[in-house]
């Protein structure tokens, strides 16, 4: 088992340091999934994580000048890591300006992810940090656990407004309560609502446009609906509020499937990254 | 006393009295013929900080002639004088400090823009004289470098870091984090950073040598350092013997004087750290190394069960170390120590900070004469002494 990698360009440096600093705002610990092309942030919907589950997908190559890999076993040449998000970017918080960095799995006092940054200084030498992170190596067995969560059957597929927006509308409705209903049609339109004995709250988007999921079977049951029907489901407000808080990724895409009273599945695209993240209906 | 700071200075007083509040809670004044001392010490005696400025830091400067005179008071209100340190560069023109003997009363008036006055009076004690005894100029290492130098190496270390470890051999300098012997260690992070002597205004190293302190007292040394853009200078030995950061220039002169973890808790933390990490800095060019042989680490799996394998390294280290005990006899020392920790909460930190002042940095008594308080040991007693009268 043995992985390295090097970053050397600036630009990508910034950019996986902002995904890392995505992913610490959504979870405490992860699953880091290292394949030969692909890069995995992994959370299992378990309930001490509330439910939600998190599959963020990176292109190596886009983001790594050196990548080398040996997983476990031939037949299974990938490493599977639980990982605290929290530590890995604060690691690359202080390394930005440098001039390579490295990652590589070691064996210290555990197992580590180890960083190690060239800094630029004023003389010839220069100056070189390392971080120690531990992870834990997850065996073989329990891998089947952090596969690619199934694109749901939703009901309703929709481009969401600009997260921003969303963010600000979110915040304000999570000081009047804990749930938020969120509703959309597959005629372009979203709302969001919060309900409590005193007062009830919808903001309405419209236009925001379906996505056309092209012919591969999981949008079954959103074809034959009526356009101005609303499929609704009602989440916690906390874990919607994280998602739009933390995001660093600026999305070129972002979207939501909903089913109805069951979950809604949030993705956001971003040329070589991928996030998706699952919040499941609260009764 | 009597004195006026005018200008710039004003806020070179104002960034040290916020340095010394970093240390303890009470400010020690004293003025001298040699100009105002400015004091501070922490509660458990394992940092100490003195400021002096000298008469010429001053625009005007009068020391009370005849007997010594001391006070110390809560540095919480002195702050208050200087507490915006942007406005006061903004509109403090002068500060006039004046002591009043006679009705116990320390004034500063903070003269502002527009005739603007502003008068704080504060009531002090009485106090003894605050002296630590050190030599900074008999260690055998000393380091000279920018504040900006250490203010980005810092920067490395988590906020919530209490001590870091600085480890110096042949041309070049490490900083770690110092973790403690913690169930939760394996998760904590390790971070190191490793700087060429190049980097250093001055850089002289007699001993192969690693120390561990707190870096908070660094921290606030590096606010005043920083601000003035005075360079710092590390004078350290041995671990256990104090280390002390100071800052010169014509006209002040600061001394923080700083415990560091004695050696034998250093080689119980290093055993839990990885040996050769702990034991041998890692060799210099590591980083530059592209052999991937070289440094990818084959891991299986089943390894990982277990926890390390501790006694190996240990005998080694000891070994290693020049310790009088055999590595036995330390075994039973380190175990009986951890014994008494437990028993005995009163202690404070279960930290093995030897006390700065006390004996632990003149071996000569007869300097010490005047020291009121010569041999004792402030914060958790080497037990040693405890154990070897203790045990039969």
């Known amino acids: ?283 | 006393m009597n004195c006026v700071v005018t200008g710039g200075n004003v806020k070179v007083l104002a960034k040290a009295i916020h340095s010394l509040s970093r240390i303890g809670d009470e400010l020690y004044l004293e003025p001298q013929e040699g100009g105002l001392a400015l004091r501070s010490v922490n509660s458990s005696r394992s940092a100490y900080a003195c400021f002096l400025f000298s008469p010429l830091f001053f625009s005007r400067y009068t020391s009370p002639c005849g007997q010594a005179f001391r006070c110390k008071m809560s540095i919480k209100c002195v702050q208050a004088v200087f507490r915006s340190l942007s406005s006061l560069e903004k509109t403090v023109e002068k500060c006039h400090i004046e002591l009043d003997g006679d009705k116990s009363r320390l004034t500063f008036t903070l003269h502002c823009k527009h005739g603007l006055l502003k008068t704080h009076n504060l009531s002090f004690q009485d106090s003894e004289s605050l002296l630590a005894v050190f030599d900074k100029d008999s260690c055998s290492n000393v380091l000279r470098a920018q504040p900006r130098l250490l203010v980005d190496t810092v920067l490395h270390f988590p906020p919530a870091l209490e001590e870091v470890t600085l480890s110096v051999s042949g041309e070049r300098v490490w900083f770690r984090n110092h973790l403690e012997d913690e169930p939760e260690q394996s998760k904590a992070m390790l971070t190191e950073l490793c700087l060429s002597s190049d980097e250093f205004d001055h850089f002289a190293i007699g001993a192969q040598s690693s120390i561990t302190f707190c870096l908070k007292e660094l921290r606030g040394l590096l606010v005043f350092a920083e601000s003035t853009g005075l360079p710092i200078s590390v004078h350290f030995d041995q671990p256990g013997s104090p280390v002390v950061l100071s800052v010169t220039d014509s006209v002040l002169e600061v001394n923080f004087v700083l415990a560091t973890l004695s050696d034998d808790s250093n080689l119980r933390n290093h055993n839990n750290n990885s040996t050769k990490r702990a034991q041998s800095p890692p060799p210099p060019d590591d980083f530059m190394n592209d052999d991937i042989d070289s440094y990818l680490i084959a891991m299986e799996t089943s390894d990982l069960a277990g926890p390390p394998d501790a006694v190996a390294p240990r005998q080694q280290t000891s070994s290693r170390t020049p310790t009088t005990q055999p590595p036995v006899a330390d075994h039973r020392r380190e175990s009986e120590e951890e014994e008494e920790e437990e028993e005995d909460t009163e202690r404070p930190p279960n930290k093995k900070f030897r006390s700065l002042f006390f004996g632990s940095v003149c071996p000569n008594d007869s300097q010490l004469t005047n020291q009121t308080m010569k041999s004792q040991e402030v914060l958790a007693s080497d037990s040693e002494d405890d154990t070897q009268s203790g045990c039969p």
């Open chain 1, 1 to 283: 088992m043995k992985f390295r990698a090097k970053i050397i360009d600036v630009g990508c440096l910034n950019h996986f340091t902002r995904v890392v600093n995505t992913i610490s705002k959504l979870t405490k610990t992860c699953i880091l999934r290292l394949t030969p092309d692909n890069l995995y942030f992994v959370l299992s919907g378990k309930i001490s994580s509330g439910g939600v589950s998190m599959w963020c997908e990176l292109s190596q190559a886009n983001f790594f000048d050196e990548y080398q890999l040996e997983g476990v076993a031939p037949d299974a040449n990938e490493i599977c890591l639980e990982v605290t998000p929290e530590n890995l970017s604060r690691a690359l918080r202080t390394v930005q300006n440098a001039k390579c960095v490295k990652i590589k799995l070691t064996k210290k006092h555990c197992p580590c992810l180890t960083f190690a940054a060239e800094l630029p200084t004023l003389s010839s030498i220069s100056r070189v940090v390392t971080h120690d992170i531990p992870v834990d190596v997850i065996p073989r067995r329990l891998w089947q656990d952090f596969k690619e969560p199934k694109m749901p059957d939703f009901d309703v597929g929709i481009y969401l407004p600009p997260l921003k927006t969303m963010k600000n509308v979110v915040d304000r409705m999570k000081n009047l309560s804990n749930f938020l209903v969120m509703e959309a049609n597959l005629n372009g339109e979203m709302n969001l609502k919060i309900e409590t004995d005193l007062v009830s709250v919808t903001t309405h988007f419209k236009d925001l446009g379906n996505p056309p999921w092209g012919g591969d079977g999981s949008q079954g049951r959103s074809q034959s609906r009526d356009p101005e029907l609303m499929a609704h489901t009602r989440v916690d407000i906390r874990k919607l509020q994280q998602f739009l808080m933390g995001q660093q990724v600026n999305p070129s895409k972002a979207m939501c499937n909903i089913v109805h009273k069951r979950i809604i599945h949030l993705i956001l695209l971003h040329e070589d990254v991928s996030l998706q993240y699952f919040i499941p209906a609260v009764a």
